[in-house]
């Protein structure tokens, strides 16, 4: 399976991203506030965000196209691997208002889309969920390329 940023389009379309972050920092900021508990808030969690897809940009600039996607951000569809099962589970990571969970779209600013962001492939992480917790592997991470998952910044 492929699991590169393929050609340009990929690149564009985190570039594209970055913009559309930058013009909405405030009302996306605030969605963060307002959707994560005060004991899970990350100090400058958008602007960790943005400096990490930077760097990726600037990996991906020096280094072959194949290379595979090693890291969760927006618009990306996530693999997890239940560990002590067979079991996997995608999940396209997006932007709130193209959330659509019974098809495996998940925000980036719900409590899942919040653990999986910037996470790395091969990565063991527990996903704490009401029910308790889901330790898994990150196992496959690709550009989704789903206009649910990335709404309007892919256009």
């Not at 592997?137 to 910044?153: F, H, M, P, Q």
Request: proline fraction near 5%.
């Amino acid at each position: 399976m492929n699991h590169s940023l393929e050609a340009p389009i990929e690149k564009e379309f985190l570039i594209k991203q970055l913009t559309f972050i930058d013009e909405n920092y405030q009302e996306l900021n605030s969605l963060y506030l307002s959707s994560t508990p005060l004991k899970e808030r990350i100090k400058d969690f958008l602007s960790i965000y943005v400096r990490e897809v930077e760097q990726y940009i600037t990996l991906y600039s020096r280094v072959s196209s194949d290379q595979p996607l090693r890291k969760v951000f927006i618009g990306t569809k996530v693999t997890l691997l239940f560990e002590g099962e067979n079991d996997r589970e995608d999940y396209h990571i997006c932007l709130p208002e193209h959330s659509d969970p019974d098809n495996g779209c998940i925000s980036f600013l719900s409590p899942v889309g919040r653990q999986l962001l910037l996470k790395n492939l091969g990565e063991q992480t527990s996903l704490i969920i009401p029910s308790g917790q889901l330790d898994v592997v990150i196992e496959n991470i690709s550009y989704s390329g789903r206009d649910k998952a990335t709404g309007s910044l892919s256009q």
